[in-house]
């Protein structure tokens, strides 16, 4: 199985800040990665396929990066409707595999 | 808009069986795989099953292959997880996902959730 690391599990910022949250994957995915929003109490949502592609809807703050085996998901001027958990997700094999979790907190 | 309606959930003892649905709308359902991920309390995400949109392929996690089976009823657009033989460690909301790529596994709607509780 895949095994997805992510770092930090924790960042307390402020509004404004730029945020950056890696991603390491365990073998080579090419960029077969997604990166998703959870807030507390809802269902996940999805902000970048295929590493680097926006979703649909999702403000161009968010951009993703890397293939291979290292990843970034980056917040340019993070909002606050933007403190959440971010988790990314291996989508090139199964068993699927998600990373730990990310929670960007209000500093 | 895509909707995933998930029910089922409750409370059931170990070693019990339960069977969880999702009502899909918004999307032509038979065009699209569909996933089942979890989420233990204060938990991370974890992936549980895929189905193909035809039902001809199913791709499970380690935790719960033997245990739990993922279907669908193209004509009734509803996805199933029937889990059987479940343990405390099965504790969790599980979410209905749409499968979003047409060449990766990316999951591009989810479902409200239903909490499935395993206790005695």
């Known amino acids: 199985d895949i095994q997805m690391t992510q770092s930090p599990s924790s960042v307390s910022s402020s509004v404004g800040d730029r945020v950056t949250i890696t991603c390491r994957a365990s073998q080579d995915i090419s960029s077969w990665l997604a990166w998703y929003q959870q807030k507390p109490g809802k269902a996940p949502k999805l902000l970048i396929y295929?590493?680097?592609s926006l979703q649909t809807g999702v403000p161009s703050r968010f951009s993703g990066g890397g293939s291979g085996t290292d990843f970034t998901l980056t917040i340019s001027s993070l909002q606050p409707e933007d403190f959440a958990t971010y988790y990314c997700q291996q989508a090139n094999n199964f068993p699927l595999t998600f990373g730990g979790g990310t929670k960007v907190e209000i500093k | 808009q895509v909707q995933l309606v998930e029910s089922g959930g409750g409370v059931v003892q170990p070693g019990g069986s339960l069977r969880l649905s999702c009502a899909a709308s918004?999307?032509?359902?038979?065009?699209?795989?569909m996933h089942w991920v979890r989420q233990a309390p204060g938990k991370g995400l974890e992936w549980v099953a895929f189905?193909?949109?035809?039902?001809?392929?199913?791709y499970y996690g380690d935790s719960v292959k033997g245990r739990f089976t993922i279907s669908r009823d193209n004509s009734k657009n509803t996805l199933y997880l029937q889990m059987s033989s479940l343990r405390p460690e099965d504790t969790a909301v599980y979410y209905c996902?749409?499968?979003?790529?047409?060449?990766?596994?990316?999951?591009?709607?989810w479902g409200q959730g239903t909490l499935v509780t395993v206790s005695s």
């Open positions: 189905i193909r949109y035809d039902g001809s392929n199913k």
């Open positions: 996902a749409k499968d979003g790529g047409a060449t990766d596994y990316r999951i591009d709607y």
């Open positions: 918004g999307f032509t359902f038979r065009n699209y795989g």
């Open positions: 295929a590493a680097s």
